[in-house]
């Protein structure tokens, strides 16, 4: 049972930060970065969001390396 409360505090930590990371989207350009690709036809967008995916996967890496790192 301790195993699970501390599993389910973790993911609570990160659904809070996941949920302070959309409120801050208005504020940060995070889906506007440069080398983010965007083709735009009459009817058509297409949105590619390359560097936004790379920034992401950093700050997801190093935010589970400090939770899990403690283990």
């Known amino acids: 049972m301790d195993k699970i409360g501390k ?32 083709i735009r036809k009459e009817h058509f967008t297409l949105y590619i969001p390359i560097v936004t995916s790379i920034v992401l996967s950093i700050l997801l890496t190093i935010i589970l390396n400090i939770i899990f790192r403690n283990r």
């Open 7 to 38: 599993l389910i505090i973790e993911l609570g930590v990160i659904f809070i930060i996941i949920g302070v990371l959309f409120v801050l989207f208005d504020r940060v350009p995070l889906f506007r970065l440069p080398g983010d690709i965007v």
